[in-house]
């Protein structure tokens, strides 16, 4: 289980998203017309991954069991085990994540045929 955290921008109490810089769709148009700097890319991309607020979007997060964070709870007037007890609701896909998935799904299924073709 990932460890809570308080957004000091919004007061969002719970996990973070993870956001990687760069465009999915530059990095899969260098994959498709030149593999090397897609692969380049693709490291930059994987090593470039922050935590951001699930609601805002802000990078401000704070763990609720630091002070700051104790002081960003105490500030909505709620304490620890309150924020601790209260329930996410389950992950859901971003549009972006489910065609990403897709397109995946898609290169490796065009692979294994270039690949059962060739022998
Ligand atoms: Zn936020």
């Known amino acids: 289980m990932s460890q809570k955290l308080i ?3 919004c007061g969002h109490i719970g996990s ?6 760069g465009n999915g769709l530059i990095e899969l148009v260098l994959w498709l017309c030149f593999i090397i700097p897609g692969i380049i890319y693709s490291i930059w991309r994987s090593f470039s991954r922050y935590k951001t607020c699930k609601k805002c979007g802000s990078t ?7 002070p700051i964070g104790q002081k ?3 500030e909505q007037g709620k304490t620890l085990e309150q924020a601790l007890a209260e329930k996410e609701p389950p992950r859901k896909y971003s549009r972006g994540e489910k065609i990403m998935i897709c397109v995946v799904v898609v ?3 065009a692979i294994i045929t270039l690949i059962a073709n060739a022998v």
């Open 7 to 9: 957004c000091s921008a």
């Open 16 to 21: 973070s998203k993870t956001a990687i810089k």
């Open 60 to 66: 401000n997060l704070i763990p609720l069991d630091s």
């Open 72 to 74: 960003v709870l105490a």
């Open 107 to 109: 290169v490796v299924i």
